[in-house]
Structure formats: C-alpha cells, structure tokens
C-alpha cells in the first residue's frame, strides 16, 4: 500500500491534475499528470463503474495498480500529481500486464528517471 504522502485524496488535487494536467494514453490505461510543486509525487487511481459492476473487481484493479506504483515509485521523478484511468479491457487482466503498461505510461510521459 502506498503511504498517504504518496496518494491523491483530496477532491481538489484531482480536480487540478484534470483542469491543468497532460494526458498520456495506453491499451487500457490512461495517465494524466500535472507538477505539483511539493517534494514528492503524489498517486490517484480511477476505476469506474464502466470496468465492473462489484466492487470486488474494482477494487481488485486498484490494488495492482497501486502496487505496480509503489515497486516503480524510487524511479518516478519527484514533484507531480499523477493520476491512472483504468479502461473497460483492464477486467481480467493479469499483474504483469498491468505493469508493464504503467511502466510505458511513465516512460512515455517522461517521468521515470
């Protein structure tokens, strides 16, 4: 689990990050990310309804997303906001995948170091 100086909890952060913030697209993953000005990065996770009706499922998404977050975060720069939009093919997929595809979403938006 990520610790909460890592996390986006507040409904303002998440506004700013889409007000102000840079989409980055994968296979059935989305990143947007804004810098935040503080010394370290901050994570938020969006899974909707649209991924699954139950819960379970949902949260089961968000689980391996943070945690494919925290075993890449020593590499992500610090200072930005960044939040991941799960898409509807994410249900059923294995960790590896989504590792993998958060790994290109970070390169791709130049945040890994």
């Known amino acids: ?18 007000n102000k913030g840079f989409y980055f ?4 993953l989305s990143l947007k990310t804004v ?3 503080l010394p370290v990065s901050r994570f938020g996770f969006i899974v909707s ?9 949902r949260n089961r ?3 391996l997303l943070r945690e494919s977050v925290r075993l890449t ?6 200072g930005f ?7 509807a093919e994410i249900s059923g997929k294995e960790f590896k995948e989504i ?5 290109k979403l970070l390169k791709k938006s130049g945040l890994v170091r």
């Open 1 to 18: 689990m990520l610790k909460k100086e890592f996390r986006l909890r507040k409904q303002r952060d998440f506004e700013n990050v889409f």
């Open 35 to 37: 810098k935040n000005g």
């Open 73 to 78: 975060r020593n590499n992500i720069r610090t």
């Open 25 to 28: 697209y994968g296979n059935f």
């Open 61 to 63: 998404v968000k689980r």
């Open 81 to 87: 906001d960044m939040i991941f939009i799960s898409k």
């Open 49 to 57: 309804k649209k991924i699954s009706k139950k819960a379970v499922e």
């Open 99 to 103: 590792n993998l595809t958060v790994e």
